[in-house]
């Protein structure tokens, strides 16, 4: 494993070693194949979900919506919201418990319908950010983007969703993720990204169907199955890269500026204690108080009661006692 890998996937290495890790390089930044492409078609999953909020208000706005559609909404935000949180997160970036074949192909797979990119980039970009934390190299920090409160907006809009059109910084799958190059239930999934996108939104179209008996209870639920799915999921993901790097509390003192961000904690299933995780990046909970909503956390718990998950990394109230302590 890379140095890289290490200080990101480590959570029991001290954040000091991470600047043990050599300075950045061209070796790290994945070069891009089809950049035009690229940004095509990341507008398009970003901006047209959004344009169809218009829709989903309209229909708010002359009380249309069915109950089905808010059954639909919840039937996929969470499991594809698991999937990004507990599979490509927990599971594949951090490696913060151990599983079989299918549960990591489904995770992997449900992943990968919210539509934040394949499987493998997802994971390579992200180690790279814990690699580089809000230093030169990572590919979505809020900050170094100047003073003032024109480089405040610019660095939050930059974090929150500029990133994922530029590609000067993207991670070299090689470097960052050569496990899951080897894995071959990963490699599958992420060959078949296009493939799980549109089990994302049939899905909900079929759900609908099935709830109402139509063709419009169908179409509603892709509008929020879909649509507004995608929509709330993706900014949730996004506000952590900007938010939980700017607002809220920091229990721990990290070499980095990421937050605690009580508000986005149900909605985000648990990611948005967000300054807890850069502590301890390999634990399994990135709620560590009784009061810290973590659903991500309960859900690798049963998986675990179940004999599904072995091997899950929890941080003592010592070792967090420890860390928090001023150095
Ligand atoms: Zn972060
Ligand atoms: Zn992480």
């Known amino acids: ?34 950049e035009t492409l690229d940004r095509t078609l990341t507008g ?48 594949l970036t951090h490696r913060s418990f151990k599983t079989g074949p299918a549960v990591r192909g489904v995770l992997a797979a449900l992943g990968s319908a919210a539509i934040e990119g394949p499987v493998i980039a997802w994971v390579a970009d992200h180690r790279k950010h814990h690699a580089f934390t809000d230093r030169e190299g990572d590919p979505h920090s809020p900050h170094l983007h100047g003073g003032g409160l024109r480089g405040t907006v610019r660095g ?5 969703v500029g990133w994922i059109f530029l590609h000067t910084e993207r991670a070299a799958k090689a470097r960052f993720a ?8 990963v490699r599958f999934v992420d060959r078949t990204f296009l493939l799980w996108v549109v089990a994302g939104l049939a899905f909900p179209f079929g759900l609908g169907v099935a709830l109402t008996g139509s063709v419009i209870g169908g179409l509603t639920g892709l ?3 879909g649509a507004v799915r995608i929509f709330l999921l993706h900014h949730v993901t996004f506000s952590i890269n900007s ?15 990421s937050t605690n961000n009580w508000p986005l904690a149900l909605l985000s299933l648990g990611e948005s204690w967000h300054n807890n ?3 301890f990046p390999t634990s399994a909970e990135h709620g560590l108080r009784r009061w810290e909503l973590d659903p991500s956390a309960l859900v690798i718990r049963a ?7 072995w091997d899950v990394v929890r941080i003592s109230p010592e070792r967090q006692a420890a860390k928090a302590a001023p150095a």
Do not use: K
């Open 156 to 160: 939050l809009v930059h974090a929150h």
């Open 243 to 257: 938010v939980c790097h700017y607002f809220g509390r920091r229990r721990f003192p990290t070499d980095d500026e």
């Open 178 to 185: 050569p496990d899951l190059l080897a894995d071959p239930v």
């Open 44 to 91: 398009i999953a970003t901006v047209v979900p959004f344009l169809m909020l218009a829709v989903a208000g309209w229909q708010l706005w002359n009380r249309a919506l069915g109950w089905s559609d808010v059954v639909v909404f919840f039937a996929t935000y969470v499991p594809v919201g698991l999937g990004v949180t507990v599979g490509l997160h927990r599971l």
């Open 277 to 279: 995780h850069h502590a």
């Open 223 to 225: 509008l929020w199955g």
């Open 303 to 309: 998986l675990e009661r179940l004999g599904l998950a």
């Open 1 to 34: 494993m890379s140095t890289y890998e290490t200080a990101a996937v480590d959570g029991g290495a001290p954040a000091e070693d991470r600047h043990d890790a050599p300075g950045r390089t061209a070796a790290d930044i994945e070069p891009v194949a089809h």
